[in-house]
């Protein structure tokens, strides 16, 4: 297990500007890791489809985040712990409200500053925050970038999604200049990396001679049990502790921390 960090909770959003990327199942499952390891990790779903709530057995959200966002509810009173098997991870559910979030927060101002003041509440009650992204540029993803330290960008082994990793990587570029001069991009994963076909395989490559030591050097394989495990209401790793989707999550996780602690 790693020494944990001198200093206030860290926050990463998990952002990539695609669809089918493996975005919540990174923040699933990678939340899940780190707590695994000891960490006390925080989840903040500000996907209106609700799918990383979903999958973490939230089952009554209230509000959820659009009251922390848009009806100044506390982070704290949004919290509910997750009743997923073996998840023990706390989460600040999304939830059917926050499709109206986006029309209520522009008359806002200073709305993108919102949720990284709430986070500032509960910051001493964890080591780690991680914010399940919405697939598009929007003032939810503006405000999730701009409340958290680094980017980890989850980017699928096809050719298709190089292109959403460079709009992703350009609108870092936009938050860091204008509204959060400390986020960094903390690096980039290969999701759903099939080995058994050239293509994924050349995707990879073409991903770390593009991006370099950006890239993780964990990668998750294509796997039916992740593919799986939400129906299940669990983690990979309570749904298969000893296959490859759980052993490429706890190689993520280590290596993640490892470079947090660099």
Known sequence: MHVLWSGPM????????????????????LAA?????GKRVL????DSQGNASNWLAIKEPDHGLFGVLCEGSKASEAIRRSDAEGVAVDVI????????????LMAEVGAET??????????????????DCPP??????VGALVASDYVLAPCAAHILSLEGLAQLTSTIETVTDRLNENLKLLGIVACRVDVRTRHGVEVTEELRRRFQSEVF???????????????????IFGYDPKGSGASDYRALANELLERLNA
């Open 33 to 37: 890791a780190l707590a695994e390891l």
């Open 217 to 235: 050097n964990a990668v998750i394989r294509e796997s039916v049990r992740l593919a799986e495990c939400p129906s299940f209401g669990t983690s």
């Open 10 to 29: 860290i926050t990463i959003a998990v952002a990539m500007q695609k669809g089918g990327s493996g975005k919540t199942t990174s923040t699933v499952n």
């Open 136 to 141: 598009t540029l929007g003032l939810l993803t």
């Open 43 to 46: 989840v903040v779903d500000s």
């Open 93 to 104: 559910p999304a939830s059917p409200w926050l499709v109206g979030a986006e029309r209520a």
């Open 114 to 131: 919102i949720l990284r003041r709430k986070l500032k509440e509960v910051a001493g009650q964890y080591d780690i925050c991680i914010i």
